[in-house]
């Protein structure tokens, strides 16, 4: 019988043995990184009250592992508790066992008895959490561009930044993640991860003694025998206004004489019209002629693990501003005690969910398609276009499409 219970301090040798053989990339099996590995469990478990460690344990023995968190995520500008999942493994002994199943049934049961509506998690494989009921979020775009591609209209308000920045570091993340669609709160241990790492380079822009954006980066070779050849990576960038986007765009532009390359992996799908030049060095040519400009990746995903309970908690959110009763049914086969039918009705865009009375349309969809559409990643249109949603009148198409388009598709900044 499996049991999903908080693992103890006893149990950190195993909880670091399994973790390094389920990711052997990331260089865990030294006697030395593991010692590190473990300060690091023991310091979550002691000092960090939204971040733990769980465990299935199987006759009493520990066979696979997880993280879970407690995120304050800004869902259309209302801050919602959210849940979730990292650092999923299986002990080697124990893989097609269904033991991640049994930790992700634990994760989302327990999550849902909390009153949590939501989840996401970063996937090894998005066709494996699909299948448990994970929507697609949004797609990132990673570009590679030169310097003097960017635009330039100066620099004089930017400054390095410290250690002894932290508090204007997180008051300036903490204003752009309110006015940011799935933007998650930080902590002080978020910044000092910013800050204080030693390859990382961070500068901000400095305003009559307000930050109000900053980058963080690093350098990385672009010659294996030319030393002097060097990309500058972006790690993070974060602006309250054009003004201080484009003092960060005119710094990155100045280094132009020494970084052949910067490489920006952004949520921005129109960054391109900022550059002159938005080849990323490949020259490749997709038909007829069209110039490659970056790659794309899919990675965050989301789960709503209580259908009802989302729309309570974004009753002053406004869906559009349609006024529409809709018949909804969610397939659920992973979580069981999610599914159902019920009747949302919106009144110019807000959604209230009621115990009876007549629908103007009904749509059926599966649980993850739901997860990406009430997320604002994807159209209703596209849903119905792709055979993914179903309805009993489509000339409430247009309609349903209006109702649930979103100025802004989710994004995060946060690794978990």
Known sequence: MDEIRPVSRNDIDEVVRIAAMAYPGSNLLGTESRQQFAERVKSTLENDPNVSYHGCYRDGRLVGIMKWYDLSMYVYGIPLLT??????????????????????????????????????????????????????????????FK???????????????KKEDKEQVLACYQRVARQTHGMIRRTERDIDSLLNVPEKVVVGV??????????????????????????????????????????????????????????????????????SDPGNGTDRLLPSVYHESHVSGVGLMYRVIDVPGFFRQLAEHRFGA???????????????????????????????????????????????????????????????????????????????????SSAQKPQSMTAF
Do not use: C
């Open 322 to 404: 349609e006024t529409i009763s809709l018949r909804l049914t969610v397939r659920d086969s992973f979580l069981p005690e999610n599914e159902g039918t019920w009747l949302v009705q919106f009144q110019h865009g807000q959604a209230h969910v009621a115990r009876d009375g007549q629908a103007d349309v009904s749509v059926e969809l599966d649980i993850s398609d739901f997860s990406s559409l009430v997320m604002g990643v994807v159209r209703f249109s596209k849903l119905y276009e792709y055979g993914m949603v179903e309805l009993d009148d489509t000339a409430f198409l247009p309609q349903l499409d209006r109702l649930f």
């Open 83 to 144: 849940g979730g999942i990292g650092t999923v493994a299986v002990d080697l002994l124990h893989k097609k066992e269904k033991v991640a199943k049994a930790m992700l049934h634990g994760f989302l049961s327990a999550y849902r008895e909390r009153g949590i509506p939501l989840v996401s998690l970063y996937p090894f494989r998005v066709d494996f959490y699909k299948q448990m009921g994970f929507g697609a979020g949004s797609k990132i775009y990673q570009y590679k």
């Open 206 to 275: 400095q305003k009559e003694g307000k930050l109000t954006g900053y980058i963080a980066f690093q350098f990385e070779s672009a010659h294996a025998e030319n030393k002097i050849y060097n990309n500058l990576v972006v790690k993070e960038l974060l602006y309250e206004s054009r003004e201080s986007l484009a003092q960060l765009l005119s710094f990155l532009h100045s280094q132009a004489d020494q970084i052949q390359r910067i490489v920006l992996t952004t949520p921005d799908e129109d960054f391109h019209l900022l550059l």
């Open 147 to 161: 310097p003097a591609s960017l635009p330039y209209t100066g620099k004089e308000q930017i400054v390095y930044l």
